[in-house]
Structures are given as structure tokens and as C-alpha cells.
């Protein structure tokens, strides 16, 4: 559901941030939500959204985002051992450099998917494992990556998998460098560049934000989330920038882990973001209100679908940008959160049909907008390379003295540069 408009009970407006979008962040005490609370006593939401129908995934060669060139040799780093013959069960043996497996299916898997055929020819490597392997990127079929465990193998098909050497089970400390915004003994606030994965997972086994932490914080930094992310109460996309906290003791998760399952519905926590999107609501302000779950059949993404997890996202207008034909094509959105839900702002604004820029994953379809953008305009969409969101705020409760703080953001080079050349008329 989408309400908004009229400024009714489910319109939780945004305030407009006191300093420009490229402005320097700061911290402060009692710092007022930037959006209102609304009636605390909000009716219970149903869930709503639909799935939609789609076709049988297309053969790997015609997938989006594949990688060109032969797999596995010269493709991936990995180096071929020689593997001649097939691979047959129980077959795999882990060594320090990787190798290469091919598993031909012969029909009788019991299923065509391709993570079922897998998980029947190659029982010494997890389901979970071959399922991260096909999402990375590293199970081939005629050299072209297939990225969808629901893809159905074929009989007589031969299929490639690359799998990596083995990783240590705890993550080391790297020497990476980190935008910290504030630091005390308890937390620690980052300004996370594009391109920083937050944590250890299948292809992604080193150079994380959690690599780094270990490093800054040495044994301080919290165990509760696990030996594969200390420190993390909340995550952002790879590719999306802006701040994060973690905690560097126990007693600080504790905390801030509280907090963010609350999404600030009875306390002080509050994120903000800035979303540019395609197009112009044809309101101020609104609230979506979708349940989100995974893709029916592109498992590495999300989708509103019935059934799905409550997911809340309030939004305001904050600028529009016109195009060649002086229509306004672009507009420059601040979000919040009531739920934090994977995706939540990409997969909701698409939902409303206005997704982010530079988004591949959940607008692809919006690509051909860009020839209506003004030629500075197209190049700046073009050199980002990623969706443009950026988390500007962070507001939460201290772990140890109770006082609300409060940190902003001004806009990272690449969506300032976006932003002045949207907002040229030249």
C-alpha cells in the first residue's frame, strides 16, 4: 500500500534535513526525528503485495550480468588441475589452491533444478554451499555462468564447478582503511565507502568491513554476532554508502541490537536515506506498506510478495530534476525505515514504480531513461556504476549513557556529481 499525499494517518512526513545534501556530517544530544512518530497506537497492518508471474529462467548465455570468456580457466583466478573425466560422487577433494569439477547430469536426479542436481552428483559439498557457489557466479554450464539455483539442467548437460580454496573459519584483521565518524569505547561509526561488503560470504572471503574492524578494534570488539561478524548490529548493501555503527563490546550489542529490532518504534533509532529514483511520485509524501520475501525464482533477489515478511518504508519528495524535454525524470527521495528488511528501499520504491538509479537488479527495465537525461547528466549516471542510495543519518540511544546521538552524511563524490549534473539546465 502506498499512503500519502494528504497527510493522513499513515503520512509520517519528513522533515527537511537542516544542511545541504553535500554538507559535513555531525553529531549532537537530543537530536529531533526527522520524521514524526505518527499515532503510536497505528492500526495493525495487513500484509499486501502480489507476486507476479514469470518465465522459466533463460538459458545462462542470455542471463543478465554474466561474465564473458571461458569459465574457470584464465576467468576466475582458480588455476585448472587437469581435470580430464567427469566427476563422479564423493569425487571432491579440497586442496590449498581450488580446482575445478564437472558433473554431466543424467536425468534421473530427481529433479532438474540445478542446485537438486548439484546437491544429488556432489554430496560432499553442502546444499548451502553449492547454492552460495551459483550465486557467485562459480557453476557453469558451455562457459557461461549460471546464476539461478531454480535454472533446470538438462540431461546430458555438462556443468562446471569452480570451486575456491578453503578459507580460515574466522576472519583475520586487515589493514583497510575506515572513514570513522565517531569512536569511544563502546561503538564505533563508519562512513562505509561503495564497494565495502560488511561481512565474510561466498565470494566475498576477505577486504569486509569486518576484516577491518578486527584489525582497528583488535579483541574489544563484540562476539555476540558470531565469529564471522563481530561487531555487526546492521548491514548495508555493497554498493550502497553512508553510515553504520558496530559495537565494539558485548554489553554495546546488546543495546544496539535492541534498538534496531525496535526500528524505532518505541525508541530513538532512526536511518535515514537518500534514495535518487526514476521518474516523480505523483505525491509529497507517502508510506509503503509491501511484505517482502524472496524472489519466486531469482533467489538472490527480493520481491513483494504475499506471505512475505511486514515491511515499512516512509518517504518524502525532497527535489525533482527535469530532463531533455523539460519533463521531470528524476527525483531525489529521503527514506526511512519502520522495518529493515533485505533490499527494503530498492525492492519497495520499484514496487511503487520509481526504482533507484543505477539500479541493474530491480530496474533494469528503466535503463532506456537515461537517453532522456541531458548528455552530463547520462555520463554521471553512467561512471556511478551502482544504485544510488546513500545513508545520510543514523540517530540511536548511547549504549552506556542513554543520551540520543546523532550523526549525518553529506552526499559521496559520485552522487554529488549526479546530483549537479541533474540539476543543470546546460
Not at 494517518?9 to 529531533?32: K, T
Not at 529521503?334 to 533485505?342: F, I, S
Amino acid at each position: 500500500m502506498v499512503a500519502g499525499g494528504g497527510g493522513g494517518d499513515d503520512a509520517r512526513p519528513l522533515r527537511q534535513p537542516q544542511r545541504g545534501l553535500g554538507g559535513d556530517r555531525n553529531a549532537s544530544l537530543g537530536a529531533e526525528k526527522l520524521i514524526a512518530d505518527g499515532d503510536e497506537n497505528r492500526r495493525e497492518r495487513q500484509r499486501r503485495g502480489q507476486a507476479r508471474d514469470h518465465h522459466h529462467p533463460p538459458h545462462p548465455r542470455k542471463q543478465r550480468g554474466l561474465f564473458g570468456g571461458r569459465f574457470g580457466q584464465g576467468g576466475f583466478g582458480h588455476a585448472m588441475l587437469g581435470f580430464g573425466s567427469v566427476f563422479l560422487e564423493g569425487s571432491i577433494v579440497n586442496d590449498s589452491s581450488g580446482h575445478l569439477l564437472e558433473v554431466v547430469v543424467a536425468g534421473d536426479e530427481g529433479s532438474p533444478r540445478l542446485d537438486r542436481v548439484l546437491a544429488t552428483r556432489c554430496p560432499a559439498l553442502s546444499r548451502s554451499r553449492l547454492k552460495a557457489l551459483i550465486l557467485d557466479g562459480r557453476v557453469a554450464i558451455r562457459g557461461a555462468p549460471v546464476r539461478d539455483p531454480a535454472y533446470h539442467a538438462a540431461s546430458g548437460e555438462t556443468i562446471t564447478i569452480d570451486v575456491p580454496p578453503p578459507v580460515a573459519p574466522e576472519p583475520a584483521g586487515e589493514a583497510i582503511a575506515l572513514e570513522i565518524v565517531h569512536e569511544d569505547d563502546d561503538i564505533i561509526v563508519i562512513d562505509k565507502p561503495r564497494g565495502l561488503v560488511v561481512h565474510p560470504a561466498a565470494g566475498h572471503e576477505t577486504g569486509t568491513l569486518v576484516n577491518a574492524l578486527i584489525a582497528h578494534c583488535g579483541e574489544s570488539l563484540s562476539g555476540i554476532g558470531g565469529v564471522r561478524r563481530p561487531g555487526i548490529v546492521h548491514r548495508l548493501d555493497k554498493d550502497t554508502t553512508g553510515l553504520m555503527v558496530a559495537a565494539k563490546n558485548d554489553r554495546a550489542h546488546q543495546s544496539l541490537s535492541a534498538q534496531f529490532a525496535d526500528h524505532g518504534r518505541t525508541g530513538e533509532l532512526r536511518r535515514g536515506y537518500y534514495a535518487f529514483v526514476w521518474g516523480a511520485p505523483n505525491r509529497i509524501r507517502g508510506t509503503i506498506d509491501a511484505p517482502i520475501d524472496r524472489h519466486p525464482h531469482a533467489r538472490e533477489k527480493m520481491a513483494v510478495r504475499d506471505g512475505g515478511r511486514e515491511a515499512i518504508t516512509h518517504w518524502e519528495v525532497l527535489e525533482t530534476f527535469t530532463g531533455r524535454s523539460g519533463g521531470e525524470i528524476v527525483s531525489l527521495i529521503a527514506c526511512q525505515l519502520e522495518t529493515g528488511r533485505t533490499h527494503q528501499i530498492r525492492v519497495h520504491l520499484a514496487h511503487i514504480g520509481h526504482p533507484l538509479l543505477g539500479d541493474d537488479v530491480y530496474g533494469p527495465h528503466f535503463k532506456t531513461k537515461a537517453s532522456q537525461l541531458r548528455p552530463d547528466a547520462r555520463a554521471a549516471l553512467t561512471d556511478l556504476g551502482r544504485q544510488a542510495l546513500h545513508a545520510y543519518l543514523l540517530v540511536l540511544e548511547h549504549p552506556s549513557t542513554g543520551e540520543v546521538v546523532a550523526w549525518e552524511s553529506g552526499l559521496p563524490a559520485d552522487l554529488k556529481r549526479l546530483k549537479a549534473a541533474l540539476t543543470a539546465t546546460e
